[in-house]
């Protein structure tokens, strides 16, 4: 576990995202925004607001924190719902946008998991991810 916790703030200052950490949990990471796995998928993407489109409030919590040394979304509990579920976060962390809106330049993006193995994790988000 240290010498995973020692790996990841490693990928955090050298920027390496996304990175899939097991047995990791959210409660290490201060001042980060945080999407439970099982986030509705309504919250996630981009919204529809008067006739216009509108970046999700955990997306504009990220543009708030642009200017930090360090700033992470984590995607916390990843292999709490299903594989096919999982894929709801392929956009991001393929793109790093939601839609039409990108993710601040300085983000780094954790994907938090328990038991990490092909039986438990999408294989597209298992791809993009560097794994420890």
């Known amino acids: 576990m240290k010498d995973a916790a020692k790996m990841l703030k490693d ?12 047995g990791i949990t959210a409660s290490r990471f201060k001042d980060a925004v945080i999407l439970p796995a099982n986030i509705n998928t309504d919250e996630l ?32 509990d990843l292999t709490k719902i299903s594989k096919q579920e999982q894929g709801k976060f392929s956009e991001i962390l393929k793109t790093k946008k939601v839609g039409k809106f990108e993710l601040p330049k300085n983000c780094t993006i954790i994907v938090l998991a328990k038991n990490v ?16």
Request: with cysteine; glycine share 4%; hydrophobic share 40%.
């Open 117 to 132: 193995n092909k039986d438990t994790v999408n294989e597209s988000v298992y791809l993009l991810c560097s794994h420890i």
């Open 45 to 76: 993407g981009e919204q529809f607001i008067n006739g216009k489109w509108a970046a999700p409030k955990w997306l504009l919590n990220l543009q708030k924190n642009a200017r930090k040394e360090v700033n992470l979304l984590v995607i916390d």
């Open 11 to 22: 990928c955090i200052t050298n920027r390496l995202s996304p990175v899939m950490a097991e």
